[in-house]
């Protein structure tokens, strides 16, 4: 783990590094240089100290350290990659030579070189910011085979990464729960990632209560993702005071419709494996699966299941990043039906760390479940 971490904070300082020394040669005016170097230096370092610290600590100065380097990050990222455009660009002059010379070097060039490298990174922030505070609403349709159940249909909604925190307003859990409402759900899912870690216990009743007013004919189940696993645990006041069910490798019988399961984050060592949780869920009634991370799909589509929920990625939240999470994962964002298991992956309702979205939407999504008199072949 010391050494992840090593190697993280190595591939983190490498670019931030870059920039410094690059930016910091456009200027001309040496006190220019040594001011934007200082200022830089404390932005740069400013996340990789405070993060940890907010996480584990949480005193109010170095939660609002923590805040700053939340907005900025972002605009390190994309100061970073505006600079390598910037650096393209240069380079096919070199060859196509369309920018003389003489203006490469005038004092004007750097002056419109720098603010357009400190604008453009503020604005595509900015544009993140704004669509951060719009929670969209998802629907699919699907099929699946009604076994020995009574239902003809069934309406899910779900969703993932809530990371709640400081930052996280009263207005944007009255929105999330009056969206959930209006899809009039039979069952609310969450798979994962609720509350950011274990540093947020003053408003943990203020949450628990808007999660209450969720009206959910069966009910909200959840399942624990990796940051559960710093913080709330399924047993905690919170969970209690919320209303929410929490499934730890377990599955319930729910109005003898369909039976829903719950799986602990790879986080956990005392996951269970794919089958010792199958094993004891009887074969006669649908089954949805919530499990955070959408790994092993495919051993996954082997098994009994005909739904599973998923989380985690957020669709890389910030671009380009998505692509990244992409090879990562076999379904990074969206839905996909393998063998007879339909998987559906959530970029979330909220963001991890920086609030800020630039290549996916908060959203929750909207399952319309058909069972229908029919079985897998």
């Known amino acids: 783990m010391r050494l992840f ?10 670019p931030n590094f870059y920039v410094l020394l690059r930016v910091r040669s456009l200027f001309c005016n040496p006190l220019h240089k040594t001011i934007f170097a200082a200022i830089y230096a404390l932005l740069a370092l400013n996340f990789p100290i405070s993060e940890p610290l907010a996480h584990f600590h949480g005193g109010r100065l170095v939660r609002i350290f923590a805040i700053i380097a939340y907005y900025t990050l972002p605009w390190l990222l994309y100061l970073f990659l505006f600079l390598l455009l910037f650096e393209l660009t240069l380079g096919a002059n070199r060859i196509f030579k369309f920018i003389e010379t003489a203006t490469l070097q005038s004092h004007r060039f750097r002056l419109v070189s720098l603010c ?3 604008i453009l990174p503020a604005l595509a922030m900015a544009a993140g910011i704004i669509n951060y505070h719009i929670i969209r609403v998802r629907k699919y349709q699907i099929e699946i085979p009604r076994r020995a159940s009574t239902l003809s249909q069934l309406r899910i909604v779900f969703a993932a990464d809530f ?3 400081d930052i996280t307003t009263r207005r944007f859990m009255q929105t999330f729960v009056e969206k959930v409402n209006a899809q009039n759900p039979d069952i609310v899912l969450i798979p994962g990632d609720i509350l950011e ?14 999660f209450r007013r969720i009206k959910s004919k069966y009910g909200v189940f959840a399942s624990l993702g990796n940051h559960e696993f710093y913080g709330a645990k399924a047993g905690s006041d919170f969970f209690v005071h919320s209303g929410i069910r929490v499934l730890e490798d377990e599955f319930v019988n729910v109005a003898d419709a369909f039976y829903c399961a719950g799986r602990l984050d790879q986080h956990y060592p005392h996951r269970k494996p794919l089958d010792d949780l199958m094993r004891g869920i009887p074969k006669n009634l649908p089954l949805i699966m919530l499990d955070h991370r959408p790994k092993d799909m495919l051993e996954t589509s082997r098994a009994d299941v005909d739904i599973q929920v998923m989380g985690h990625t957020h669709n890389g939240q910030l671009f380009p990043l998505n692509y990244i999470v992409r090879c990562v994962y076999p379904l990074n964002w969206g839905y996909r039906k393998i063998n ?16 800020v979205k630039t290549s996916s939407n908060n959203e929750i999504v909207v399952i319309d479940v058909k069972l229908i008199e029919e079985s897998y072949k």
């Open 197 to 210: 870690g274990d540093r947020h216990k003053s408003r943990e009743d203020e949450f628990a209560a808007q």
């Open 116 to 118: 357009a490298l400190f």
């Open 340 to 355: 007879n298991t339909h998987f559906f992956v959530t970029s979330g309702i909220q963001t991890w760390g920086p609030p």
């Open 163 to 165: 990371h709640l925190r």
């Open 5 to 14: 971490f090593i190697i993280a904070l190595a591939i983190y300082l490498a």
